[in-house]
């Protein structure tokens, strides 16, 4: 809730910010789950506290709950300090790194972490340059 520019009140968007961080929060930990369960990595117990949940322990979902915050309150301090400024992205451009990534994900079928991230960043990018293409313009989303 702190940010090293107090004058962004970052505190009165807090509210706004519960929901996207706890609903990509809860689809990363299902994620990491089935990962888990499927064999795909593990948790060394030497080196985690020991309470599990979902088969995860407590510092990988609490990962997922506070790197979505973090990363949303640079996101704010970047937009606040380069303001409107934009990059020239073109959406075919975007068509064809999403359309890229998807291919490239088909060199890994039969390893599922790394074909199911690099599919999805693929799909992610698509859809992010289809629908909020005013998003990817921004210099603040790319710093």
């Known amino acids: 809730m702190v940010s090293f520019f107090p004058y962004l009140s970052y505190y009165k968007k807090f509210p706004y910010v519960l929901f996207p ?3 990509g929060g ?7 789950s089935i990962a888990t369960m499927l064999g795909d990595w593990s948790f060394n117990p030497e080196y985690v506290m020991g309470i599990s949940f979902a088969g995860l322990p407590l510092e990988e979902i609490l990962f997922f709950v506070f790197v979505p915050y973090s990363l949303l309150l640079l996101y704010e301090q970047a937009a606040f300090i380069f303001k409107d400024r934009t990059v020239p992205w073109k959406q075919g451009a975007g068509y064809a790194a999403g359309m890229i990534l998807i291919l490239v994900s088909f060199l890994f079928i039969g390893k599922n972490y790394p074909f199911m991230a690099i599919f999805t960043a693929g799909i992610v990018v698509l859809g992010m340059s289809r629908f909020y293409h005013d998003i990817m313009v921004r210099l603040a989303f790319w710093a």
């Open 21 to 23: 961080t706890f609903a």
């Open 26 to 32: 809860l689809f990363f930990v299902a994620w990491d």
